[in-house]
């Protein structure tokens, strides 16, 4: 074995051994895990295909096995009395990259199991071995660095920003036959909106439906955008690495004290927004904050309950349905807002079942999304059940609230040649919104 | 021979056990917990109690997952409880003369013993037949299945044979363990019952309770820290 080889064993067993030092629910379940094959019953990735590899009790068996027979008696005394090796072989490795980077983290395994065992905590364990190692899939690992170095997943420059956004306020003059601000840069603001950067680049009308909303509110000058930090997006959380992952978060930080805002409205983005609500501000990992963490289909499922907005229905004909994107239903809770925001602006929506914090993963989750070189998975495998849930609606519009579920639900229709369009929560209320009187006059009605 | 398996083992598996317990709950105490909430998720710290409680008691997660397993799972534990109950009898005859006290005669007892020890005992091996069946038959189980899963199924099945065996073949008479425990306890005799299925049965048992403590078993102390942090807000 070279000293190569040697020393990858060496990092990874030294790394699981270390599990026993925490934190608790890592450790925990490496002990308590009863082999019941329940995770196996709900997990998507396993729907779609039921091969023991795909099992993902299986998957975090491949720390699990080493785990015992390191860290534990009866897995020790095996080890001795059968022999074999603990659990890791030589080219294992490679398994372990392509296994990891096959688990979505959607995190169903862990809302049904009997203990709450949640693998992907142990998947992020895989992937953060890995990463240690420098050997995160180059996807993955270009994301990141892209992200450190500009501020955005798409390495996109301020005056590319700029430019995007201009041309966005331009489509809502045609849109209303006014000016609809979009404010950048302001300092003071009292409202920072941190949207995914697709919202901006590749699916706007998630951004003009926020725009229109500070508009009709008449808080049209109390916002603002960053063309430094317009992306919410922060793949240290795929990648497992927690060092990445806050370096990119305090970028944000930064940007907010310097604008000297108030709330950090953070757009459709289900990771974006659970990083920025559920760890940093909930775990206090800057200390005192002078802002807090909202997001914006709260602050507008909120206003729309008061009578704040007139819609014109007839402008989304279409049966509309929603699919709750992991991070949102399942970790963040917000499941009520986007369906509010949806039912105003819609005529016909209908829910998909099961929904809510029992929805099935995209099939793209856990950054996979981003992944091209495991697109025949992504198509055939993990995103299989979410569209048969789909089709089953008969929708012709699929709402997700997150650019990545986005991104793999239009390839999914695309692959399958679906003719169901593919878009975010704010886009329809975009669409629909009155504005002085009228709603959106829209040339183009694709998509 | 007598000291050995009537005195000296007991002691280690008491000590064993309970150190083990202790032992591994320490430990999993001390470790640091991130926020993992899993939503629709309880409010307050009285919700998220009675959240657990739920879990603990109908394992509702697993009800809403797989309703085979669930029905299995829970029924096994049932009868787990009432068996576990019942087992105070064997060691002094305290619980009878309570028994007796709230007016219930010789002859009660023997019925409730029948219906709730004597059926826990056949229901139970019924539902770890099943569920043993269900691992070696069901794909997503089988391929995912350890020695040490099968182990511990075996073992319990044998408990539960020798422990019937007692009650229908032997007639075992409870007096005879009264006189064991009560001579250990005041470490007076160790007159150890002289009965094959007694011994077999209180072996594997003891077997049962070492190997506890370094296993999967111990799901029944981890729960309190695992399903309890994906329900706190």
């Not at chain 2, 363990?177 to 306890?185: I, N, Q, R």
Request: glycine fraction near 10%; hydrophobic fraction near 40%.
């Amino acid at each position: 074995m070279s000293s190569e080889k040697a020393s990858v064993r060496e990092a990874v067993v030294e790394s699981v051994k270390g599990i026993k030092n925490g934190p608790l629910p890592l450790r925990a379940y490496m002990e308590v895990c009863a082999k019941c094959g329940t995770c196996a019953s709900v997990c998507p990735v396993y729907y779609g295909s039921q091969e023991k590899y795909l099992n993902p009790a299986e998957r975090s068996d491949l720390i699990r096995r080493i785990y015992k027979s390191h860290n534990t008696l009866s897995g020790r005394l095996v080890q001795r009395l059968l022999g074999g090796e603990d659990g890791f072989k030589e080219g294992d490795i490679d398994k372990w990259i392509k296994e990891f980077y096959e688990c979505t983290g959607c995190r169903r395994c862990a809302t049904y199991c009997p203990f709450g065992i949640d693998n992907s905590v142990i998947t992020r364990k895989g992937r953060a071995i890995i990463d240690s190692l420098g050997m995160t899939p180059d996807t993955m690992k270009k994301v990141v660095q892209v992200s450190l170095e500009t501020g955005n997943t798409d390495g996109a420059s301020p005056a590319a920003f700029h430019s995007a956004i201009d041309f966005l306020m331009e489509e809502m003059k045609d849109e209303h036959g006014i000016d609809i601000n979009i404010p950048v840069d302001m300092e003071g603001a009292e409202y920072f909106y941190v949207p995914p950067s697709g919202d901006v680049l590749v699916n706007p009308e998630a951004t003009t439906g926020v725009a229109k909303v500070f508009h009709v509110l008449g808080l049209g000058d109390k916002w603002t955008m960053s063309s430094k930090c317009f992306d919410g997006a922060n793949y240290g959380l795929f990648t497992g690495n927690d060092g990445d992952m806050k370096a990119d978060n305090k970028l944000y930080i930064d940007e907010a004290k310097r604008l000297g805002i108030k709330v950090m409205f953070m757009g459709e983005c289900g990771h974006a927004y659970r990083i920025m609500k559920m760890m940093m501000e909930k775990t206090g990992w800057w200390g005192e904050l002078p802002f807090e963490v909202v997001n914006c289909m709260e602050f507008t499922a909120d206003h729309i309950k008061k009578g704040s907005f007139e819609f014109d229905k007839s402008k989304n004909p279409m049966p509309v349905t929603y699919h709750d994107p992991c991070n949102f239903g399942r970790s963040c809770g917000i499941t009520e807002e986007p369906r509010v925001i949806l039912q105003a602006s819609c005529q016909d929506f209908r829910e998909m079942y099961p929904n809510r914090g029992e929805n099935w993963c995209c099939g793209g989750g856990g950054g996979l999304s981003a992944m091209d070189s495991i697109l025949d998975f992504r198509m055939n495998i993990s995103g299989k059940k979410k569209m048969e849930q789909i089709r089953e609606t008969g929708a012709k519009y699929v709402a997700a609230a997150c650019s990545n579920c986005k991104r793999q639900l239009m390839q999914l229709m695309e692959y399958h040649e679906e003719d169901i369009a593919v878009g975010g929560v704010h886009d329809m209320l975009s669409r629909s919104i009155m504005i002085e009187g009228k709603a959106a006059e829209r040339e183009d009605l694709t998509g | 021979m007598n000291i050995l398996i009537g005195a000296v083992l007991p002691l280690i598996t008491l000590v064993v056990f309970v150190g083990g317990m202790i032992y591994r709950i320490y430990v999993w105490n001390s470790l640091p917990s991130p926020k993992m909430t899993l939503f629709p998720a309880p409010k307050s710290g009285r919700e998220r109690f009675v959240e657990v409680m739920k879990e603990t008691f109908f394992f509702k997660s697993l009800f809403k997952g797989d309703k085979t397993l669930w029905a299995l799972g829970w029924v096994f534990h049932v009868m787990l409880a009432l068996i576990f109950i019942g087992h105070f009898r064997v060691f002094s005859a305290i619980p009878d003369n309570i028994l007796a006290w709230m007016g219930l005669t010789p002859d009660n007892i023997d019925t409730l013993s029948l219906v709730t020890g004597g059926g826990a005992g056949v229901i139970i091996l019924a539902c770890l037949i099943a569920i043993l069946v269900r691992r070696l038959e069901v794909q997503r189980v089988r391929e995912i299945s350890t020695s040490g899963d099968y182990f511990a199924l075996i073992l319990l099945i044998a408990i539960i044979l020798t422990g019937d065996a007692m009650r229908f073949i032997s007639h075992f008479d409870l007096k005879d363990t009264h006189e064991y425990f009560y001579g250990l306890v005041t470490f007076s005799s160790v007159n150890l019952p002289d009965n094959g299925w007694f011994i077999t049965h209180y072996l594997l048992g003891q077997l049962l309770l070492i190997y506890i403590p370094f296993s999967k078993i111990l799901h029944f102390g981890g729960i309190f820290f695992t399903e309890a942090l994906v329900h706190k807000h």
